[in-house]
């Protein structure tokens, strides 16, 4: 290899060195302004129609902006509850709407319908399981997730209706401005006890979880 051949490769060696380090400069300080707008806002992490799975006065709560029709979401979904399996009186989830997908908004007006019949969580695990069926992204069917929802045992006529009342467009309307102001982005988007996840992953989701209860045990 000749002296220029050699000059080239080493300046796009430094290029691409002097990118990666920029992007990962430019992550963090997004991470850092989500973590900020987290501490800043620590209202808008939990409401009080937020939907909670554990003890509710665990000291760790994960808090999940989720979307039925991700697939990460429901990847997701047994990793958190295998970490609630594991802290039992330490954690408890909280899940807030964040509806990306094309009709993923009829669904979460549904899924909020079901708390009225004392459904939800059923109606949720039933849904993520049939998600392949119908959260096609360019031309979701949702009317399969709703015949999902009834074989949970939900009444789907009076949730339907239920679904279409202002009561129940204005949770989803709440959501949608809290991640909005929260700067969240992307589904499943993870807060423990109001931090981010500084990288995302299930092993850095079980790391911040794990870090939070033992102070919280001490």
């Not at 290899?1 to 430094?14: E, P």
């Not at 808008?44 to 902006?65: C, N, Q, W, Y």
């Not at 949970?152 to 909005?180: F, R, S």
């Amino acid at each position: 290899m000749n002296s220029k051949k050699i000059t080239v490769t080493l300046l796009l060696g430094l290029v691409l060195l002097a990118f990666f380090f920029g992007m990962k400069t430019y992550q963090g300080r997004e991470q850092d302004a989500q973590a900020q707008k987290a501490s800043d806002q620590m209202e808008r992490l939990v409401r009080m129609h937020s939907p909670v799975l554990g003890p509710r006065d665990a000291p760790v709560t994960i808090v999940e902006f989720f979307d039925p029709a991700c697939e990460t979401c429901r990847a997701f979904y047994p990793i958190v509850k295998s970490l609630m399996r594991q802290y039992p009186d330490d954690l408890r989830l909280v899940l807030r709407y964040a509806p990306f997908h094309q009709g993923s908004d009829q669904v979460i007006l549904l899924l909020e319908a079901a708390k009225k019949q004392d459904k939800y969580w059923p109606v949720l695990e039933m849904v993520l399981a049939a998600q392949p069926m119908w959260a096609d992204h360019g031309r979701p069917n949702v009317e399969l997730a709703f015949q999902a929802a009834a074989q949970a045992g939900l009444d789907l006529p009076q949730a339907l209706k239920d679904a279409a009342t202002p009561e129940v467009a204005a949770v989803l309307q709440q959501d949608v401005e809290d991640l909005k102001a929260l700067q969240v982005t992307k589904t499943p988007s993870f807060f423990v006890n109001g931090q981010p996840l500084q990288s995302f992953g299930a092993e850095q989701l079980a790391a911040l979880v794990a870090q939070e209860v033992a102070k919280a045990r001490k």
